[in-house]
């Protein structure tokens, strides 16, 4: 047995354990450790599992809402919410809450996530591999339904764009 085998998992590791079970205390005891923002913020937006899953990313998928809250309102964690996965589908941690709330068919507690996120800068109209924003999954998956989480995403990218001066002409489709 290594030396390196029985140091135990690295932070990496605990990190990447996190989502399953919204561990919050083990997410603290890690920033402790670590005791250093920009180190603990770097390993947060690097960390990914095997599959090529971004933390943040699996926060989102798995709602983990307690641990997602601490980091949104932290003021020294500093996320970079346009890390995508690298799977063939390169989704954004928004795609992931998307995912959760088709499978778990959770959509208010989703919507509440999203808006806390939106709240927070999160971008919502990046396009995944396949040219699709959050929204236009989020459709494709539900069967076209409208919901609050298709309320919320459409007025945001409707904000957005009149907040970045593009001219929105209702005539045309």
């Known amino acids: 047995m290594s030396t390196e085998d029985s140091q135990g998992a690295s932070f990496q590791e605990q990190l990447l354990s996190i989502p399953n079970l919204d561990n919050l205390s083990l997410f603290q005891t890690i920033e402790k450790e670590i005791n250093d923002a920009e180190k ?19 926060l ?28 063939i589908n390169k989704d954004s941690c928004i795609h992931g809450l998307m995912k959760y709330c088709v499978e778990e068919d959770d959509v208010s507690f989703a919507k509440y996530i999203l ?21 236009d999954y989020y459709l494709q998956k539900n069967g076209n339904k409208p919901d609050e989480v298709v309320d919320v995403l459409m007025s945001t990218e409707f904000k957005n764009d009149i907040d970045e001066g593009i001219e929105i002409d209702e005539f045309d489709e």
């Open 60 to 87: 989102c998928y798995k709602a983990a809402w307690d641990t997602l809250n601490y980091i949104l309102d932290s003021d020294t964690i500093m996320l970079n919410d346009e890390v995508l996965t690298d799977d």
């Open 40 to 58: 603990f913020s770097s390993l947060i937006n690097s960390s990914k599992n095997v599959q090529g899953l971004p933390f943040l990313y699996l």
């Open 115 to 135: 808006e806390n996120l939106i709240e927070c800068g999160f971008n919502v109209k990046i396009k995944n591999a396949n040219n699709l924003t959050p929204l």
